[in-house]
């Protein structure tokens, strides 16, 4: 049975440590996998977050599992910039693709979280279901609300989430790329929500501020 002895200040400020300590991982291991990709090593992200690489192994079992939580812990804070920039938009099409418009323009918003995903696009593309949630649920919402006619909301999420992630991997990695470029693959896309092609092109041309 689980303990319900009150925490004692004492417990509490070991909580607080170990929280911090894990931050400080997470934050140095996206600096260092943003920068090297799969080629970084846990005493790479130990040296970054000058900690002994046995505390890392502490909060993560392997590399792997460090960069899935950094993946989500990017994701996460990410997120939460998006909803910010879209709080004052009251069309629920709008408050969904605006989102995917900003994400494709991450290597100048956030650099890191871009360079994250471009770099260790293999374990980032395996662990989609685990960042798709809050995207997932949205076009659940949306469905309900028959803002959406969907027969399998999660497929659907799932195949746009992978389009969002591979086009982010372009808009990265390739000098060439432009945001119309993205805009457009973004268009294309929305035809995997039943979204027809000229509400589709109305929502990817709206005016955007980074």
Same mark, same amino acid.
């Given at each position: 049975?689980?303990? &319900?002895?009150?925490?004692?200040?004492?417990t509490?400020?070991?909580?607080?440590?170990?929280?911090?300590n894990?931050?400080?991982i997470?934050?140095? =291991?996206?600096?260092v996998?943003?920068?090297?990709?799969?080629d970084?090593?846990?005493e790479d +992200?130990?040296?970054?977050?000058?900690v002994a %690489?046995?505390? +890392?192994?502490?909060?993560?079992?392997?590399?792997?599992?460090?960069?899935?939580?950094?993946?989500?812990?990017?994701?996460?804070?990410?997120?939460?910039? %998006?909803?910010?920039?879209?709080?004052?938009? !009251?069309?629920?099409?709008?408050q969904? +693709?605006?989102?995917?418009? #900003?994400?494709?323009?991450?290597?100048a918003?956030?650099?890191?979280y =871009?360079?994250?995903?471009?770099?260790?696009?293999?374990? %980032? !593309?395996?662990?989609?279901?685990?960042?798709v949630?809050?995207?997932? =649920?949205q076009?659940?919402?949306?469905?309900?609300?028959?803002?959406? &006619?969907?027969? &399998?909301?999660?497929? =659907?999420?799932?195949?746009?989430?992978?389009?969002?992630?591979?086009?982010? +991997?372009?808009?990265?990695?390739?000098?060439?790329?432009t945001?119309?470029?993205?805009?457009?693959?973004?268009?294309?896309?929305?035809s995997? #929500?039943?979204? !027809?092609?000229?509400?589709?092109?109305?929502?990817?041309?709206?005016?955007?501020?980074?």
């Amino acid at each position: 049975m689980p303990s &319900n002895k009150p925490k004692t200040p004492q417990t509490g400020r070991k909580s607080a440590y170990v929280a911090r300590n894990r931050a400080a991982i997470l934050r140095a =291991a996206l600096s260092v996998f943003a920068r090297d990709g799969v080629d970084a090593t846990m005493e790479d +992200v130990a040296d970054e977050a000058q900690v002994a %690489v046995s505390t +890392v192994y502490k909060h993560f079992k392997d590399k792997r599992d460090l960069i899935t939580e950094t993946a989500k812990f990017a994701f996460e804070d990410w997120e939460s910039w %998006v909803q910010k920039r879209i709080v004052e938009t !009251s069309d629920p099409l709008e408050q969904l +693709v605006m989102p995917m418009r #900003l994400f494709l323009r991450a290597k100048a918003t956030h650099p890191e979280y =871009a360079q994250l995903v471009a770099k260790n696009f293999g374990v %980032v !593309s395996q662990i989609l279901s685990e960042l798709v949630g809050a995207f997932t =649920a949205q076009v659940n919402a949306l469905n309900k609300a028959k803002v959406l &006619n969907l027969e &399998n909301t999660l497929m =659907a999420s799932h195949n746009l989430f992978s389009v969002l992630v591979i086009q982010l +991997v372009n808009q990265t990695l390739n000098p060439k790329a432009t945001a119309a470029e993205g805009d457009l693959a973004i268009r294309i896309a929305l035809s995997m #929500l039943g979204i !027809s092609e000229a509400k589709a092109k109305k929502l990817t041309e709206s005016k955007i501020s980074l």
